[in-house]
Nanobody, 119 residues
């Protein structure tokens, strides 16, 4: 069973930056797509972006394009979500997820990390 562990959340002022990390428990992730999602209070979960472990391609939600980037470090087996120019509306619990390339759905999820942006 793959486990995902997120870290790096916290409280930040509007305009600031945070970097979230996601470290899978297994190293054989060449067939996995890694995604980032977020869920704000009272709202549905929103797709933020994804990165393929081998191809490195990323897709971001319109609300975060130009501000958020996704990257991965092969040596550290870690995926990152760099968040810049944070806004109050970015406040949410952020989740890391993983799925094999052949799967439509994300099969594995982290526990989530809280990001709170203050004015």
């Amino acid at each position: 069973q793959v486990q995902l562990v997120e870290s790096g959340g916290g409280l930040v002022q509007a305009g600031g930056s945070l970097r979230l990390s996601c470290a899978p428990s297994e190293r054989s992730f060449s067939d996995y797509v890694m995604g980032w999602f977020r869920q704000a209070p009272g709202k549905e979960r929103e797709f933020v972006g994804r990165i393929t472990w081998s191809g490195g391609s990323t897709i971001g939600a319109d609300s975060v394009k130009g501000r958020f980037t996704i990257s991965r470090d092969y040596a550290k087996n870690t995926v990152y979500l760099q968040m810049n120019s944070l806004k109050r509306e970015d406040t949410a619990v952020y989740y890391c997820a993983a799925k094999p390339n052949w799967s439509v759905d994300y099969l594995y999820w982290g526990q989530g990390t809280q990001v709170t942006v203050s004015s």
